[in-house]
């Protein structure tokens, strides 16, 4: 069975853990978005799943051992066919094989003949992921050009919490779409740490109002995602954002400038780029009101005098721990009798001393809360890079571009 036009044949594996009933979500996504799926789960796979429920959901037969249609070699023409390999959940002992170059079962098998990109989805309890010798294995398998995704943390089996969760199925998916979308490339962030920031500071008032702006963190979300789709070990300072963790992704919440402030300067200590996606207040009221603001008798409305918040991007760019340090902004601009968008997006370039400078037009239906976007990346060096409007996927992997170019 060959996969619609324009779709890709992926082998889904599927190792022995409890996340596998996570997976069938997964697969489910896949054969809906038109790819050809074969699965290949291991033994110990079936035992949480059976076969005919990866099945019905694929519409083709499981291939679970060698010796299956042994005529027609399968563990060498699954590989070989496949545009892409996946291996969710990723066990310990799956990836210990793998990354030995074990040939033991079909899967294992599957992963030495197949010459498309390979995707490894951890889930493990957090011992395990941590312990010196997972941590080899996924050293090995990156090394080797596979990407594996850092996992999740959050509730694992019984009533264990930490890192090693299965990411959810569909950020999982769309991790998938980015490897696809880039026609299999390198992963060209592997053993770069990088730095995102998404969504929009909140200064309050009071206990319950606040100034705040309308990004949704959708733009930041897309930039982290593609940088873990390219490899990266991705820390992400999410700012107020009402969005499902990104497959592959650190995660730092931060609500107010000064809280990102604080979390920037410590997440870029180390980091080899530090891209400044969200919005943050340029100004914050000056004192904080511990009770709600009443409505006075007479009419009145209350002052509130405001001052300047830290400027992070500025700090940053001066403040690089190491000269090889990569430093994007991003400018949400409109234009005015002073000048136009890329006027003041210049300008701004040149004040925050940064390498690139994201710039958007903003207005009351652009920019914002949209799954599209359209920008001019401006670069320190002069250059000008015009991205047509699009999904925000795409100008994330135009800016990741741009960065590699200058790691």
């Known amino acids: 069975m060959t996969a619609p036009s324009g779709a890709a ?3 889904l594996g599927v190792g022995g853990g409890i996340a596998a009933y996570k997976v069938a979500e997964l697969l489910r996504r896949l054969t809906e978005a038109g790819h050809g799926v074969t699965v290949v789960p291991t033994d110990a796979a079936l035992r949480f799943v059976g076969a005919p429920t990866w099945a019905a959901l694929s519409g083709r ?43 033991d079962d079909l899967l294992t098998s599957t992963l ?47 009533a264990d919490t930490g890192k090693g969760r299965l990411p959810e199925p569909a950020e999982i998916y769309d991790v998938i779409t980015d490897v ?26 009071d206990p319950v109002r606040f100034l705040g702006n309308r990004s949704s963190g959708r733009q930041g979300y897309a930039l982290a995602r593609a940088a873990a789709a390219r490899g990266g070990r991705v820390t992400l300072l999410a700012a107020n954002v009402a969005l499902p963790d990104p497959a592959g992704v650190g995660i730092v919440r931060v609500g107010s400038a000064a809280q990102l402030y604080e979390a920037a300067v410590a997440a870029a200590a180390d980091a080899d780029a530090v891209v400044m996606a969200a919005a943050v207040a340029d100004f914050r009221p000056a004192d904080y009101t511990d009770t709600k603001i009443k409505k006075s008798s007479d009419g009145s409305s209350p002052v509130i005098e405001l001052e300047r918040t830290a400027d992070i991007l500025a700090h940053l760019a001066a403040h690089r721990p190491h000269p090889g340090q990569v430093v994007v902004g991003f400018a949400a601009e409109t234009g005015d009798e002073h000048g136009s968008v890329l006027d003041h997006g210049r300008a701004k370039l040149a004040s925050k001393g940064c390498d690139l400078l994201v710039v958007n037009e903003v207005g009351a239906d652009r920019g914002f809360e949209s799954e599209q976007n359209e920008a001019v990346v401006l670069g320190a060096d002069g250059s000008c890079v015009a991205v047509e409007t699009g999904p925000k996927s795409a100008l994330a992997h135009v800016v990741w571009d741009l960065v590699v170019a200058r790691l």
């Open 61 to 103: 037969p499981v291939a679970t051992d060698v010796f299956d249609d042994v005529h027609e070699v399968p563990h060498v023409r699954i590989g070989r066919r496949a545009d892409l390999v996946v291996v969710a959940p990723a066990t310990a002992d799956l990836m210990a094989r793998a990354a030995s170059g074990r040939a």
């Open 9 to 11: 044949e992926i082998v």
């Open 112 to 158: 030495l003949t197949a010459r498309g990109p390979v995707v490894f989805v951890p889930a493990m309890h957090t011992e395990m992921w941590e312990h010196p010798a997972t941590v080899v294995n996924v050293e090995t398998l990156r090394k080797r050009g596979a990407l594996v995704l850092e996992p999740a943390v959050g509730r694992l089996t019984g």
């Open 180 to 205: 696809l979308a880039r026609g299999g490339g390198e992963p060209d962030l592997v053993d770069r740490h990088v730095v995102v920031s998404a969504g929009g500071t909140r200064e309050y008032l």
